[in-house]
């Protein structure tokens, strides 16, 4: 993780897209924020409504792709729940905030124009700091394993994979 964490040292919460397991069994993939970097994982958060939060319950196997300026990190391995997960809400951008109150299934399907009724008509009442809402969520992809890729115009692109094994990891090199 030590790698994951130089590389992403100079991001602010990167987009990273994040795939799950359908009950069909199928992948599905989305765009979450990458909210932070630890010892042994990588944490996002959600609506705990949400699909990819159901996905997760009923399988929590995941892989993530944290694509940066020239360079790719694949992440693989588990997921669990976050025990504070507070934290990172205070960090998100007032939009966002909002969006993690007022992103409902029932408001987007309305028309446009109600969907924004209903947000300028929320922060209108709520000017101040917003707590985080109830259903607001954290998880932590802990891999197994890492993939690590590096773009070089001058030749072959470099490609390192990572495995956890036990307490430790094993590295080798992969065309790129």
Same mark, same amino acid.
């Given at each position: 993780?030590? $790698? +994951?964490?130089?590389?992403?040292?100079?991001?602010?919460?990167?987009?990273?897209?994040?795939? @799950?397991?359908?009950?069909?069994? /199928?992948?599905?993939?989305?765009?979450?924020?990458?909210?932070?970097?630890?010892?042994?994982?990588?944490?996002?958060?959600?609506? %705990?409504?949400?699909?990819? +939060?159901?996905?997760? +319950? +009923?399988?929590?196997?995941?892989?993530?792709?944290? *694509?940066?300026?020239? &360079?790719?990190?694949?992440?693989?391995?588990?997921?669990?729940? *976050?025990?504070?997960?507070?934290?990172?809400?205070?960090?998100? @951008?007032? /939009? $966002?905030?909002?969006? =993690?109150?007022?992103? @409902?299934?029932?408001?987007? =399907?309305?028309?446009?124009?109600?969907?924004?009724? =209903?947000?300028? &008509?929320?922060?209108?009442?709520?000017?101040?700091?917003?707590?985080?809402?109830?259903?607001?969520?954290?998880?932590?992809?802990?891999?197994?394993?890492?993939?690590?890729?590096?773009?070089?115009?001058?030749?072959?692109? @470099?490609?390192?994979?990572?495995?956890?094994?036990? =307490?430790?990891?094993?590295?080798? %090199?992969?065309?790129?």
């Amino acid at each position: 993780m030590r $790698l +994951a964490r130089e590389w992403l040292a100079s991001y602010d919460k990167p987009p990273m897209t994040l795939s @799950t397991f359908g009950p069909d069994g /199928y992948p599905d993939a989305r765009t979450v924020l990458l909210s932070g970097v630890d010892g042994g994982s990588v944490q996002f958060h959600t609506d %705990a409504r949400s699909r990819k +939060a159901a996905q997760l +319950a +009923a399988d929590p196997r995941a892989s993530a792709v944290v *694509l940066l300026n020239g &360079r790719q990190i694949v992440l693989v391995g588990d997921v669990e729940p *976050l025990d504070a997960p507070h934290g990172a809400y205070g960090l998100r @951008t007032r /939009y $966002l905030q909002v969006l =993690a109150w007022v992103n @409902t299934d029932e408001l987007a =399907a309305r028309p446009p124009d109600v969907r924004r009724e =209903a947000w300028k &008509r929320f922060e209108e009442e709520h000017p101040d700091a917003l707590e985080p809402p109830p259903t607001w969520a954290g998880y932590r992809l802990r891999p197994r394993r890492m993939t690590f890729w590096t773009a070089d115009d001058a030749g072959p692109s @470099t490609r390192v994979e990572y495995v956890r094994h036990g =307490a430790g990891w094993t590295a080798r %090199a992969l065309a790129g």
